[in-house]
C-alpha cells in the first residue's frame, strides 16, 4: 500500500455530522488533522472542495468527500476496528437508525433554532416522538445501541445527546421518555474518551453562545 498523507477534516465546530466523523476517527485512532472554517463566512477553496456548501469535508491525498454517512462509510472500511456489525442485515438495520439520527439531527436544530414558543413546542414533541421511536431499537442490556459495542450508530446519536444535554442544564427540556432507556444510553455514550475528544475544549461556551445568538425563542429562556 502507497503511504498516505493524514486524513485533514474540515469541521464547523459546532456542527453535529462533523463530530459524528470525528468520533469515528477517534475510535479508530487515526491521526488526522482539523481545518475549521466559519460557515458564515466561508473561505474561497470551500467551493471547490464542498459542492454541496456542507462540512462535513474528508480530504485524504488528493481525494475529497463529503456527507458525514459516505465519511464514516469510508473510514470504516479503511481503518479497524470496524464499527459495523457483520450481519449483513444487522448492518443495513444499522444504516436505517443512523439515517434516522440524521433527521432527529435536524428536527432538534430546527428546534433550538425555531423562533416562536409555538414551532419550539411542536418540534420538541417532534424530537420525543422522534427519541421513543429509536428507543425501542436499543440492545436491552445497553450500555450502546447494539449492546457492549460501540457502533457508527452511537457515533450518530452521541453528538445529539451532548446537545440535548447542554441545553437541559440552562432550559429544562424534559425530552427524554420516562423510561430512562434513553438517559442511560446518553449517560454511557457522554463519558466515552472518543466522545469527549471529539469537539474542542471550549465546546460548551461556543455551543451555548451560538444558541443565544440565534434570536430563537430558546435563546430568549437561556439569555
Ligand atoms: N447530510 C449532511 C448534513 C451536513 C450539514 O447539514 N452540515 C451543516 C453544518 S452542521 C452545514 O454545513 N450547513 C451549511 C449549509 O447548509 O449551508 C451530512 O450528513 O454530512
Known amino acids: 500500500m502507497t503511504s498516505e498523507s493524514i486524513p485533514e477534516l474540515i469541521s464547523f465546530k459546532v456542527c453535529p455530522f462533523v463530530q459524528r466523523s470525528a468520533i469515528t476517527l477517534k475510535e479508530k ?3 488526522f488533522k482539523t481545518t475549521y472554517v466559519d460557515l458564515k463566512n466561508l473561505p474561497d477553496w470551500f467551493a471547490d472542495v464542498s459542492p454541496l456548501g456542507k462540512v462535513p469535508v474528508l480530504r485524504v491525498d488528493d481525494s475529497i ?18 464499527l459495523h456489525p457483520d450481519d449483513l442485515l444487522q448492518k443495513a438495520r444499522h444504516r436505517s437508525w443512523t439515517e434516522f439520527a440524521s433527521d432527529i439531527t435536524m428536527n432538534m436544530f430546527a428546534m433550538l433554532h425555531a423562533k416562536t414558543e409555538h414551532d419550539f413546542q411542536e418540534l420538541k414533541n417532534k424530537v420525543a416522538k422522534q427519541l421513543t421511536q429509536v428507543e425501542k431499537e436499543i440492545h436491552p442490556q445497553g ?3 447494539a ?3 460501540f457502533s457508527l450508530v452511537d457515533a450518530s446519536y452521541a453528538p445529539i445527546f451532548l446537545r440535548l444535554y447542554l441545553i437541559d442544564q440552562a432550559y429544562k427540556l424534559d425530552i427524554f421518555p420516562a423510561t430512562g432507556r434513553i438517559a442511560d444510553w446518553s449517560n454511557a455514550l457522554l ?3 472518543s466522545v469527549i475528544q471529539s469537539v474542542v475544549d471550549d465546546f460548551e461556551d461556543i455551543f451555548m453562545d451560538y444558541t443565544k445568538n440565534s434570536g430563537s425563542f430558546l435563546s430568549q429562556q437561556i439569555n
Request: negative net charge; aromatic residues 20%.
Open 29 to 31: 485512532n487515526v491521526d
Open 65 to 82: 468527500f463529503f456527507e458525514s454517512a459516505v465519511i464514516a462509510e469510508y473510514l470504516d472500511e479503511r481503518y479497524s476496528p470496524s
Open 143 to 145: 450500555p450502546f445501541f
Open 147 to 149: 449492546g457492549d459495542v
Open 191 to 193: 463519558k466515552r474518551d
